[in-house]
């Protein structure tokens, strides 16, 4: 009889359960690596998705695509607003590739690097996106300008918009002879009027041109007035200037026909007129 008992595993079970368990382990680590690799496709995806929905948000309120005239800084534009259209994303996707935007008239793209034999997958989870290039797994995402744009184009806002295109008109506003009212400002090059235009006071900063200057107001001779340069006329029709601080004629020719003795009626003294003969007379 052996004297010798021999407990736990032989040499050859350890071989036998290590390579069982190698075996497990080959064949777990694929299925492991394709759950990581589905959940980085579908995150890729989302977040797409969320840069575009926010750059067509940004279009439809600002009229145009966020960034500069490529778009190529659209993420940060639209991380910057406040409050921000764009959250919680980043320029690097989860496939430690940039993501990259650019822009036309009418279009918004997205260009991103996956890797070999999920490109097809992101991109098939994505509207609009195509893979550009197989040997680099490229794809890219693109969006058109939204569908409400073009009936937009045509609406013209009663209030304030971000876009101010939506404030402006494009073309001459007829009013079929209705009236503009509670108007506060009105900035234009020129107004052109057929009729009579009512202000409470005009004011020319060039020349202005006249055909005939009817002065409706009145005021008395040597009556205080303010400032100096003012036109005004008396009564009678005169016409009286601001000089001095006080309303006064002016020297004027008298078209009608004096006698001597005469008193100066309206005309300011200085002013002179001529009798039947021809004989010139000084008001005094």
């Not at 006071?201 to 001779?221: C, F, K, Q, W």
């Not at 601001?242 to 003795?261: D, E, H, L, R």
Request: glycine letters at 10%; hydrophobic letters at 35%.
């Amino acid at each position: 009889m052996n004297p010798h008992h021999q407990s736990g595993f032989s040499l050859v079970e350890l071989a036998i359960t290590l390579a069982i368990m190698a075996m497990m382990a080959a064949a777990t680590v694929p299925s492991f690596m394709e759950n990581i690799n589905e959940k980085r496709a579908e995150l890729t995806a989302q977040e797409t998705q969320t840069i575009l929905d926010a750059a067509r948000t940004y279009r439809g309120d600002k009229g145009s695509w966020p960034g500069a005239s490529l778009c190529a800084n659209a993420i940060a534009v639209l991380k910057g607003t406040t409050p921000p259209y764009l959250a919680g994303i980043s320029a690097v996707n989860k496939y430690n590739s940039p993501v990259t935007t650019s822009c036309t008239t009418t279009t918004f793209s997205v260009d991103q690097n996956t890797i070999a034999d999920w490109d097809g997958v992101v991109a098939n989870n994505l509207p609009g996106t195509t893979v550009v290039s197989s040997s680099t797994h490229l794809i890219r995402s693109t969006v058109g300008v939204p569908g409400s744009e073009a009936a937009l184009s045509e609406k013209l806002s009663r209030t304030a918009q971000s876009n101010a295109e939506l404030n402006r008109m494009r073309t001459t506003l007829l009013m079929g002879n209705n009236n503009i009212t509670e108007v506060n400002n009105l900035d234009t090059v020129s107004v052109t009027a057929s009729g009579g235009i009512s202000a409470q006071t005009m004011n020319a900063a060039g020349r202005a041109t006249v055909g005939d200057l009817a002065i409706s107001g009145t005021n008395t001779e040597s009556a205080g007035c303010s400032p100096n340069g003012l036109m005004s006329r008396s009564a009678a029709g005169t016409p009286l200037y601001c000089t001095g601080g006080k309303w006064v004629k002016q020297v004027a020719y008298n078209p009608g026909t004096v006698s001597a003795g005469q008193g100066c009626g309206d005309f300011a003294k200085g002013s002179i007129a001529f009798d039947s003969s021809g004989k010139m007379f000084v008001c005094k």
